[in-house]
Nanobody, 124 residues
């Protein structure tokens, strides 16, 4: 299973970026799994950002991104997205997508497969 994240880059504060994560693998049925986005800022631990259930009926966000970030998915394209608006310098981090295997949507331990990450840098 491979998760390939893209869409990161440099943005100004108040700007927007849209991350994408495409899943591939013959034995991986993307539509059966919840998906999450995490991030790791310099010098910090990896932290939960957002989660979406397999059928898109449920979404969860870290408090600091609520109202600014939106997670979505397209099971027909094996892709999960993270729309990031009103970006702040503190959003600067490497962003990772991951497929859920456990029950806690906000714990790294609940995720089985991880992408390599995409860098997001927000300038003030």
């Amino acid at each position: 299973v491979q998760l390939q994240a893209s869409g990161g880059g440099l943005a100004q504060a108040g700007g927007s970026l849209r991350l994408s994560c495409v899943a591939s693998g013959r034995t991986f049925n993307f539509g059966l799994y919840g998906m999450g986005w995490f991030r790791r800022a310099p010098g910090k631990e990896r932290e939960f950002v957002a989660h979406i259930s397999w059928n898109s009926r449920s979404t969860y966000y870290q408090d600091s991104v609520k109202g600014r970030f939106t997670i979505s998915r397209d099971n027909g394209k094996n892709t999960v997205y993270l729309q990031m608006n009103s970006l702040k310098p503190e959003d600067t981090a490497v962003y990772y997508c991951a497929s859920q295997g456990g029950s806690d949507y906000d714990s790294t331990e609940s995720y089985v497969y991880w992408g390599m990450g995409t860098q997001v840098t927000v300038s003030s």
